[in-house]
């Protein structure tokens, strides 16, 4: 392995870790200003980050490009409060690792290939063994981890358009913005004894990833990079037992395991051989 990949699943890592991490600290301040108090918080520590660099000139944007921005800012207002108010229900690991089968579907969408009808019956099989439902469920916080998932699925299709029609960073900066005024009313009414916690959840679940991920993806393959996300529900649930305590059960390990196969083996494609070399590799995997 060179010292370029090296440095990028290094960097990777660290950006999952603080992520994960980050969502476990907001959680502390749950009992004081709620799991919307920190997604408020966390929202307008991401605008302060991301408006300054994106610079949008939103005066010059037409009605095109002003819709999908506004559903954007609505799907990450639900996304994140869907998704830190399962984590206060079910756990980090649990909740992060349903909302992971968002970008999952949209990878799977539309196929018909065997392999990833195959990821798809792994991934529902992963999310039985890891719910394993029954009377004791806690089956609201389980629907907030799903639609968490959806938001996150819309997201991605969302943030496709408005990349088609602005350019840079404008799209989500201005719909990180119009998510932050929508929590402006619950900002207000936040006590500052857990301010601390629900700032440094928005640090390191927003800038810190924010910044690691421009940094990789400069010279880390857009499809390694998207098999390298698969590592956020293990860092979920171990940011989980070491900031919050909260162990999972064997099923509950094997269940993560299982969507994290899933959503690898859904995105993991082999690279395409050039022209011009291809009846030399197969010369020499016949001869293998």
Known sequence: M?????????????????????????????????????????????????????????????????????????????????????????????????????????ALAGSRTRRDLLC????????????????????TGIGLGLLAAACWAAYILLNRLAGRRLTGLQAPAVATCVSALAYLPVLLTITFEALPYAVTAGLLSSVVPYAADLVVLRFVPPRLFGVFMSVHPV??????????GQALALHQWAG????VLANALALWRPAPVPRGFRSEREGIDAMS
Request: overall charge positive.
């Open 235 to 244: 860092m979920a649930a171990l940011a989980g037992l070491i900031l919050l």
């Open 120 to 139: 798809a019956a792994v991934a529902g099989f992963g999310v039985h063994v890891l719910v394993l439902p029954g009377p004791a469920s806690d089956f």
């Open 2 to 106: 060179n010292a370029r990949a090296t440095a990028g699943i290094a960097t990777m890592l660290t950006s999952a870790a603080s992520n994960q991490a980050g969502a476990a600290v907001g959680a502390h301040a749950f009992p004081t200003m709620g799991p919307a108090g920190v997604v408020a918080v966390r929202q307008f520590v991401a605008a302060a980050v991301l408006l300054p660099v994106a610079r949008p000139d939103v005066r010059r944007f037409s009605w095109g490009q002003w819709w999908p921005v506004l559903l954007l800012g609505l799907v990450f207002a639900t996304m994140n409060l869907s998704l830190y108010t399962a984590i206060d229900r079910i756990g980090l690991g649990l909740a992060v690792t349903l909302e992971f089968l968002g970008p999952l579907a949209v």
């Open 256 to 259: 993560i395991l299982l969507v």
